[in-house]
């Protein structure tokens, strides 16, 4: 006896439509709410960005909320262009779920809620297999934040060690510890074939293989490219941060922004972290890392919310809002195209 798919379909989407979609707004504009109220010197801050409106530095503003579409803009490429062996997508369907990924990611542990966001936009069938593909595309974005962060604490070792922030010995262990995992990504990224072939070889886990087996399809060109939009992406929360520094009277230059941030989001990267709660943890990272160079603590707060809250927030809010409309997203859902279907 075959199963109702219709039934089970219908379930589907009033669990999205009516359950999921409004618990997960509400839920996020109260945590988001509560995060905010609680930040010191609210006031100030708010008093410093009416102040830039009058000031060429409001075109600081404009270019941060500008570059937030760029950076999403291009996860959500790289998504598309992961995502191809499976399934083809369009660039407007990748963005919406990649928004909408944001928004279950927020309130979930290192945000490991975006793939539940991102599949809820692939076809039935092609769901469980998107998961693996998605999780390439992090490590693509993990492997460039260890490089920067490495490369950042070998550039910033005696500032780090004249401010005590780590002991000698320790920033050794830190150094050659982000080394070796790096190297071990790197060889992972490069070989996702091994993958499945260690599948094959295990009894019971080869029934799991076909969630794995559209990484056969990732060349190292593929790779590249996705290493190469996780860069750029790179680059553009650094400028961001940057215009947001100046905006805030943070004065470092872009040398000094590129390495502190760096290292800053090396540690967030290792530190386990809810996004909705991590403001005053990341708050206090920026802080003691810039503090190198700035002795304007209340500016880099006051940056570090900005960024925090351009960059999750209101991409959370709008991936929410998607999510509400998921009832015509399910029912306007393209046919299946797979690689074997292009051919």
């Known amino acids: 006896m075959q199963p109702d798919r219709t039934s089970k379909s219908g379930k589907y989407r009033f669990f ?6 409004p618990l997960l707004f509400v839920w996020l504009s109260w945590s988001i709410y509560r995060q905010i109220s609680q930040q010191p010197g609210l006031s100030a801050a708010w008093q410093r960005i009416k102040a830039s409106v009058d000031s060429p530095l409001i075109w600081n503003g404009v270019a941060i909320v500008l ?28 963005l ?4 909408s990924g944001v928004s279950f990611s927020v309130s979930t542990p290192n945000r490991i809620g975006e793939y539940l966001g991102r599949v809820l936009y692939m076809n039935e069938g092609n769901r469980l297999k998107t998961i693996s593909i998605t999780i390439v595309g992090s490590i693509s974005q993990l492997i460039i934040t260890l490089l920067a962060g490495l490369i950042g604490l070998v550039l910033l070792r005696q500032e780090i060690l004249d401010r005590q922030l780590m002991s000698a010995i ?40 076909y969630l794995v087996e559209a990484l056969e399809d990732f060349h190292p060109a593929m790779l590249l490219r996705l290493l190469l939009l996780s860069l750029l992406r790179f680059g553009v929360f650094i400028l961001q941060y940057w215009l947001c520094f ?4 943070v004065q470092l230059s872009g040398s000094q922004t590129l390495w502190t941030i760096s290292v800053a989001f090396l540690v967030m990267a ?23 160079y700035s002795a304007n603590e209340l500016g880099m707060t ?25 009832r015509k997203i399910i029912r306007d859902q393209e046919p299946v195209q797979t690689s074997s279907s292009l051919k």
């Open 302 to 326: 006051f940056a570090t919310a900005g960024i925090w809250f351009i960059n999750l927030i209101v991409p959370a809010i709008i991936g929410s809002l998607l999510i509400l409309r998921m």
């Open 170 to 209: 320790w920033m050794n262990v830190v150094v050659y510890g982000v080394l070796t995992v790096l190297t071990g990504l790197l060889l992972f990224y490069f070989r996702l074939s091994w993958l499945i072939r260690w599948l094959d070889r295990i009894p019971g886990m080869k029934r799991f293989a």
């Open 67 to 94: 570059l937030m579409w760029v950076n999403w803009s291009l996860e959500a490429l790289k998504w598309k262009l992961s995502v191809k062996p499976v399934q083809v997508v369009s660039f407007n369907k990748a």
């Open 16 to 21: 999205i439509n009516y359950i999921l979609g």
């Open 96 to 99: 919406q779920a990649i928004l």
């Open 246 to 249: 100046q905006l805030f009277d």
């Open 270 to 292: 290792v530190i386990p972290t809810i996004a909705i709660a991590e403001l005053a943890q990341r708050g206090k990272v920026v802080i003691a890392i810039t503090g190198i």
